[in-house]
Every structure is written in structure tokens, then in C-alpha cells.
């Protein structure tokens, strides 16, 4: 492999606002939009690398556009100054001790830093990850909490364009989750895996009873029944319940994984670089998953084109990420990279060019620029 040694000049911070094609809802609410903080890293010889913060203000740590623009700025950007780069495990481990928290600020700079890098050495992402798996990568159907209608029409989009695995939300009614994944499982016939995400809005016991009445619809999975903190009740839902129990909001770092592996909680990881704090900190979480025998996904936060591309390389490169990602591109009706990545036949192709593989359409980053807040950008005089 080539030589890494590149120098940043220029760090530009800047926050979008993105409309989703329909409104998401979820047992923590309903969504509309995307606010999102966007990385630009320029090397001193004029590659460009992209980065994403696909953020969620009600979710987690509650980071925002302000908060990670800050974060960037203020805590992050200083260590892009170095005269050359020539280790990126090195640059990513001042970026991750700079300041506590702060997941999915850091994961932006880490993309980015993986982007220019990759550009940098001439080699696609899934290259420097280790080597493409595959070249296409099954995902996800996401059907968000909503009327039974609604559910009969979504499954029956999916069927027709060939999805194998289909995630419903529940959590708000337990009437109404029966009946959705019931018109669920007539429509789908047997051979589509359907699993169940309920954002920890059940308590233990609850979890168990419910589940239990849905196993009949032969369930993959179902992903976080309890609340993230109560790691006591998820493994008491993974004993009780023949359905394999699957962690997302309990798992953000590689600490968190050690620590259900430890206590036994579950059964499968909902991997995540946004809530990891980059694609370096998500592959810590697949090493620990794959050494100790626990299946993954790729988690969403519902990100544009960028940050879905970064978890293109990501699953394509991991032997571990066995259940289909959550990788939805057709959440937009625009995206801010051209051509925008497409689903066929329920699967994903991962990009091949250099570093994420995709060009950022600057029009579209602008015209989705939120006006009312300062972006920053920092020129470095070397």
C-alpha cells in the first residue's frame, strides 16, 4: 500500500437541512426532515473528502447541528493542523480523545479523513477496510408506525421490488403492531425475513408478553424492546423469548460491546459509524462482535448519500454484518451526491471509485444549506 503523508488546508463545516420523501415514525416520534452537518477536508495538494453527521437531536446524546459544529470547530479541526498526516490510526485517536462524547461530530471528521486518505492513496474505501465481500449489498425495507392501509400498500412495494428483509417499528400499540406484521407476513409469504424495532419503548415484562404473541409470524429479530440503560432487561427478554434479541440504542462504542458480551444481554449488534464515532470505532464493535460470535447489522439514522456510502464499504468489507443494513437511499427525493445510489432487487451497489466511491453535487449542497446558521471554515497557513 502506498505511502500515507498529506497535509489539510482547509476544514469546512457546514449544516444542511434535507426533507425526507415521507414523514418516519417511530415509538420516539415522527420525522420530516434531516438535519445534518456536512464535512468538507481539502489536502494542500486539492483532493476533497467528504464527511457526514447524520444527526438526530432527540436521540442518544442529543448532539445538534450547533453542537457538532462546535465540536468540529472548536475541539476537532486543531489536529488536522499537523504538518503531515501519516498515520490515520493516529490522527483518529487525538480526534476521538479531543472531547468527551460528541459520537457523531467525530464520525464526520472520520469520514472525511477516510475519504481524503483513500483518494489520497488512489484506492477505493472497501480497499482500505480489507476487500469488498460483495459488490452489492442486500439491505433493509423500512416500514415506519402507521395504519394498517399504509402497511398493506409499503409490503406491497416491497414484494414487487424484490426486498428479502423488511423492518417494521413498533412499540406505540400493541393491537396495531399485531395487526400490521400479520398483514405483513399474508402479503410477504414466508420466504421474505421480517424483524421488529421497538426503540426501547416496552419494559421487560411487557417486552416478553408482546414478543411472544408476535413469534408467530416467525420473527428474525426484534431490536431494542427496552430502554437503552436497562441492560439487566434486555437479558432478561433474550432468555425468556425464542426471537433473537438484537442491540442499537444500548450500543454506541466499543466499551458497550464488551459489556453486553460480557453480561450475555443479546443475541445480535445494531452497528452504527454515526453513533460509533466513525467508521474506525464501528469496526472495533465488528471485531468484538465477530470474536465473539454475535451477528450484526448496519444501523441508520436515515443518512444521505454520504453516509450511506460510508456504510456501503463498511458492510461490503465485514464478514460479521450478516442481517441486511439499514441502507436506504430512497428516503430522498434529491440527495446531495450525483448520481444518487440505488436499490434494485432489494440490493445496493457499493461504490468503486476512489475513497467513498461518489461526487458531492455542490448545487444541491447549497441549495440545502441552512441559511441561519454560520458555517465554518478554517484555512490552515502551513
Known amino acids: ?14 449544516p444542511v437541512r434535507v426533507p425526507i420523501d415521507f414523514y418516519y415514525a417511530s415509538s420516539m416520534g415522527i420525522r420530516g426532515d434531516s438535519e445534518f452537518v456536512l464535512v468538507r477536508l481539502i489536502s494542500s495538494d486539492g483532493l476533497v473528502g467528504y464527511g457526514e453527521a447524520s444527526l438526530e437531536h432527540n436521540w442518544l446524546n442529543g448532539e445538534t447541528q450547533e453542537s457538532a459544529m462546535t465540536t468540529i470547530n472548536k475541539y ?11 498515520s490515520l490510526n493516529l490522527i483518529l485517536r487525538k480526534i476521538n480523545n479531543a472531547v468527551a462524547g460528541n459520537l457523531y ?19 477505493p474505501l472497501f480497499e482500505y477496510l480489507g476487500g469488498l465481500i460483495s459488490k452489492e449489498v442486500e439491505v433493509k425495507f423500512n416500514i415506519p408506525i402507521t395504519s394498517n392501509e399504509k402497511v398493506e400498500w ?10 428479502k428483509t423488511i423492518k417494521l417499528k413498533v412499540g406505540l400499540d400493541e393491537k396495531t403492531d399485531l395487526s400490521n406484521l400479520q398483514t405483513l407476513r399474508s402479503i410477504l409469504g414466508c420466504d421474505v425475513k421480517i424483524g421488529v424495532d421497538a426503540n426501547g419503548a416496552w419494559s421487560p415484562k411487557q417486552a416478553v408478553r408482546i414478543i411472544k404473541k408476535m413469534e408467530e409470524f416467525d420473527l428474525l429479530f426484534v431490536e431494542q424492546p427496552v430502554p ?18 438484537m ?3 444500548s450500543i454506541s462504542t466499543p466499551y458497550d460491546a464488551i459489556n453486553l ?17 466513525g467508521i474506525n470505532e464501528a469496526r472495533k464493535i465488528l471485531h468484538i462482535a465477530e470474536g465473539a460470535g454475535i451477528d450484526c447489522t448496519i444501523g441508520s439514522n436515515i443518512e444521505l448519500g454520504i453516509g450511506n456510502a460510508a456504510k456501503l464499504h463498511l458492510a461490503a468489507s465485514s464478514s460479521i454484518v450478516t442481517i441486511a443494513p439499514d441502507i436506504a437511499p430512497w428516503f430522498y427525493a434529491e440527495d446531495v451526491i450525483t448520481p444518487k445510489l440505488e436499490c434494485t432487487n432489494g440490493k445496493v451497489k457499493v461504490p468503486e471509485g476512489e475513497g ?7 448545487d444541491k449542497v447549497e441549495k440545502y444549506r441552512v441559511k441561519d446558521l454560520t458555517a465554518y471554515r478554517l484555512r490552515f497557513v502551513k
Open 1 to 14: 500500500m502506498c505511502k500515507i503523508e498529506l497535509s489539510i488546508s482547509e476544514v469546512e463545516v457546514i
Open 76 to 86: 476537532l479541526s486543531s489536529h488536522l493542523k499537523e504538518e503531515k498526516i501519516k
Open 105 to 123: 461530530a467525530k464520525a464526520a471528521v472520520d469520514i472525511a479523513l477516510h475519504d481524503l486518505v483513500c483518494r489520497h492513496l488512489g484506492i
Open 154 to 163: 409499503l409490503s406491497k412495494q416491497a414484494k414487487e421490488k424484490g426486498f
Open 228 to 245: 437503552r440503560s436497562d441492560i439487566d432487561g434486555l437479558k432478561y427478554v433474550t432468555k425468556h423469548v425464542t426471537t433473537p434479541v
Open 247 to 249: 442491540a442499537d440504542e
Open 261 to 277: 458480551v460480557k453480561r450475555d444481554a443479546v443475541d445480535m449488534f445494531s452497528v452504527y459509524i454515526g453513533k460509533a464515532g
Open 356 to 362: 467513498l466511491g461518489i461526487r458531492v453535487d455542490e
